[in-house]
C-alpha cells in the first residue's frame, strides 16, 4: 500500500487555544477520511525575523526544518485570523521566508477562513497576493469560508460540529487530489536541471490537466471522524 500524503497544516496565530488552531487540531482528525496524513507545523514562533542577508546557505535551522515540511508535503492547508486587515506579522514571516526557496513551487495550497461572516477578507487577499509571488499552487475550490463559534470547540481544541467537520474533509480531499495531478510533473527535477527559469502557479495546473486523462480521480471513501494521534513538525 501507498503511503498516504501528507497535507501540512499551518497556523497563523500563536494564540493559544485559537479557533484557528482548532481547525487545524480538527482538519488533523478527521484527515484518515480523506486517504491523507495531516501533520501540524509548529515552528511558527521559532523563526527569526526575515532578512534577505540570511536567506543563503546555511539558513537558520528553523527555516530549514520549515521548508523541509513544506517540500515533504503533497499540499499546504492554511487556516490565520485577521489583524489589523492584513496577516498577522509572525505569518507573513513565515511567508517571507518561502519566497526564497522553490518548496511550495507548484504547491497546492489553501485556506481556511475562520472568521465570523464578512470579515477576514484583508488577510485573504494578503495571503494570496504572497502566495502569488512564491509559485504556490491555489486550489480555488479548496479555499473556503468556515465561520467556527468557540462554543463549538471542545475541551481537546476540536471543533464539535460535524458540519464542520465535513466541510473540511472535503476541503483535504480537494488538496489530496490537487497533489495527486500535479505530482505528475517533477518540479525538482526541472528546477535543478535549469529548464525553468521561475514557477508561475498556473504551471501546475496546465500540466496537471494535460496527466488528468491518465490518471484514476481521487478515491472516494465515506465521511467519519477518527480519534487520530496528533502529530506536529517540532520546532526544534
Known amino acids: 500500500m501507498s503511503a498516504r500524503p501528507v497535507i501540512l ?3 497563523g ?3 493559544m487555544g485559537s479557533t484557528n488552531e482548532a481547525v487545524l ?47 515533504r508535503a503533497a499540499g499546504i492547508l492554511i487556516c490565520t485570523p485577521e489583524y489589523a486587515g492584513t496577516l498577522p506579522g509572525s505569518f507573513k514571516n513565515l511567508l517571507d521566508w518561502t519566497v526564497g526557496g522553490t518548496e511550495i513551487c507548484a504547491k497546492p495550497v489553501a485556506w481556511v477562513n475562520a472568521a465570523a461572516p464578512g470579515r477576514g477578507g484583508g488577510a485573504e487577499a494578503t495571503l494570496r497576493a504572497v502566495l ?7 486550489v480555488e475550490s479548496a479555499c473556503v469560508k468556515i465561520p467556527v463559534d468557540r462554543g463549538t470547540v471542545d475541551e481537546d481544541g476540536l471543533i464539535s460540529d460535524p458540519e464542520v ?24 527535477g526541472l528546477l535543478a536541471g535549469g529548464h525553468v527559469a521561475s514557477c508561475p ?36
Do not use: K
Open 9 to 11: 497544516l499551518l497556523s
Open 13 to 15: 496565530s500563536l494564540r
Open 25 to 71: 487540531r480538527t482538519a488533523q482528525v478527521v484527515a484518515p477520511s480523506t486517504m491523507a496524513r495531516a501533520v501540524i507545523y509548529d515552528g511558527l514562533a521559532e523563526l527569526p525575523h526575515f532578512n534577505p542577508d540570511d536567506d543563503t546557505d546555511p539558513l537558520p535551522l528553523s527555516v530549514t526544518r520549515l521548508r523541509a515540511a513544506i517540500e
Open 132 to 138: 502569488g509571488y512564491t509559485g504556490a499552487d491555489i
Open 165 to 188: 467537520c465535513r466541510q473540511l474533509a472535503e476541503v483535504l480531499r480537494l488538496l489530496v487530489a490537487s497533489g495527486e495531478r500535479a505530482s505528475v510533473a517533477d518540479w525538482a
Open 201 to 236: 502557479a498556473s504551471w501546475g495546473r496546465v500540466l496537471a490537466a494535460a496527466a488528468e486523462h491518465d490518471r484514476e480521480g481521487p478515491r472516494e471513501a465515506g465521511f467519519e471522524v477518527f480519534v487520530a494521534q496528533r502529530e506536529v513538525v517540532p520546532a526544534s
